[in-house]
């Protein structure tokens, strides 16, 4: 149920135009009160990142691995979330080493547009991932680099079961509310001609009934599918 050549990923030219365009990234600012008293309940070196530079909370993590993204010659960590992921640098074991933030970048469910698990015997295996950056013609490659095989098979699989469940959370929500037979199965996003024959950004959503229900979404729907989530 997996979904080519872009341009490769570059994390030192993304910070600046990344999240633009996707709502969902507008969410509510830490107050310093808040701020403090997860700050205090940190008790290893990824929470205190969590609850300190993002917003998000150990709650939302799954899993995380040590990797190398290979355009950038930088070794980090990936951390999958239930919302999306997370590049950091190497975290140091002890707490009061990081004094300023190690987040690299951060994808959102709704950025990704394909990832593929590469296979390498007797070598690294892979993720290939495909996000978007300030909107749906701007993708950017990044190549995941594992240093140990199962680490790639964990990771893979919490990020493909994850942004299955996110999507079929949000259209069963918010575009299936009113089919509450229809069971969201996955989304594809495609071109489609015009009666001008212009080419047009829609995702292609099959729910359970495929033969008769297909869904074509304007992209722009995101904006409306990122609010209040």
Do not use: C
């Given at each position: 149920m997996e979904k080519t050549k872009n341009t490769p990923f570059s994390v030192r030219g993304s910070f600046s135009k990344i999240f633009k365009m996707l709502t969902i990234n507008a969410f509510p600012k830490k107050s310093v009160k808040e701020q403090l008293k997860?700050?205090?309940?940190?008790?290893?070196?990824?929470?205190?990142?969590?609850?300190?530079?993002?917003?998000?909370?150990?709650?939302?993590?799954l899993i995380h691995s040590k990797i190398y993204l290979e355009y950038d010659n930088t070794e980090a960590f990936i951390i999958i979330l239930k919302q999306g992921l997370l590049f950091s640098y190497v975290l140091e074991e002890e707490l009061n080493k990081i004094s300023n933030s190690p987040i690299i970048i951060k994808i959102l469910f709704t950025q990704i547009y394909n990832f593929d698990l590469i296979v390498n015997q007797g070598g690294v295996n892979s993720v290939i991932l495909v996000y978007f950056e300030n909107s749906i013609c701007k993708k950017i490659q990044s190549k995941i680099n594992f240093f140990f095989s199962k680490d790639s098979f964990l990771c893979h699989h919490f990020l493909k079961n994850n942004y299955i469940?996110?999507?079929?959370?949000?259209?069963?929500?918010?575009?299936?509310?009113?089919?509450?037979?229809?069971?969201?199965?996955?989304?594809?996003?495609?071109?489609?001609?015009?009666?001008?024959?212009?080419?047009?950004?829609?995702?292609?959503?099959?729910?359970?009934?495929?033969?008769?229900?297909?869904?074509?979404?304007?992209?722009?729907?995101?904006?409306?599918i990122n609010k209040n989530i």
């Open positions: 997860k700050e205090n309940k940190s008790n290893t070196a990824l929470e205190h990142v969590l609850n300190t530079y993002t917003e998000f909370s150990i709650e939302d993590y469940l996110f999507w079929q959370r949000i259209f069963e929500e918010k575009i299936l509310k009113d089919f509450p037979s229809e069971i969201y199965q996955y989304h594809f996003y495609v071109k489609k001609i015009n009666n001008r024959g212009k080419l047009q950004d829609r995702i292609l959503m099959f729910s359970t009934k495929v033969t008769s229900f297909l869904l074509f979404l304007n992209i722009f729907i995101l904006r409306k």
